[in-house]
Nanobody, 124 residues
Framework: QAQLLESGGGLVQAGGSLRLSCVAS????????MGWFRQAPGKAREFVAA????????YYADSVKGRFTISRDNAKNTVSLQMNSLKPEDTAVYYC?????????????????WGKGTLVTVSS
């Protein structure tokens, strides 16, 4: 059974950096978009970043553009999120996700695969 497993979360001061990683197992995600969502306490889950299978297309939420960078290594079945210039409002549980449809991915509705999440806490 396919699984997504996140790692790399933790506590960091505002202005600092963290790198999240997601390892996929159980299948290869050919032609799947893979990326990240986050959910802050008391808020809905929101899209953060996504990358196409071939790496040509990349999408970011406006709130993280210029600060976060998504990368993908299909040979290792991994997707990563480099987060720089972190702000307290970036505090959330970050989830890895995968789906072959960009629309499903951006709408976060009916996603094929979700990871269990990793907590990122940014202190002021």
């Amino acid at each position: 059974q396919a699984q997504l497993l996140e790692s790399g979360g933790g506590l960091v001061q505002a202005g600092g950096s963290l790198r999240l990683s997601c390892v996929a197992s159980g299948r290869t995600f050919t032609n799947y978009y893979m990326g990240w969502f986050r959910q802050a306490p008391g808020k809905a889950r929101e899209f953060v970043a996504a990358k196409s299978w071939n790496g040509i297309s990349t999408y970011y939420a406006d709130s993280v553009k210029g600060r976060f960078t998504i990368s993908r290594d299909n040979a290792k079945n991994t997707v990563s999120l480099q987060m720089n210039s972190l702000k307290p409002e970036d505090t959330a549980v970050y989830y890895c996700a995968a789906d072959p449809s960009l629309k499903v991915f951006l709408d976060a509705a009916g996603m094929d695969y979700w990871g269990k999440g990793t907590l990122v806490t940014v202190s002021s």
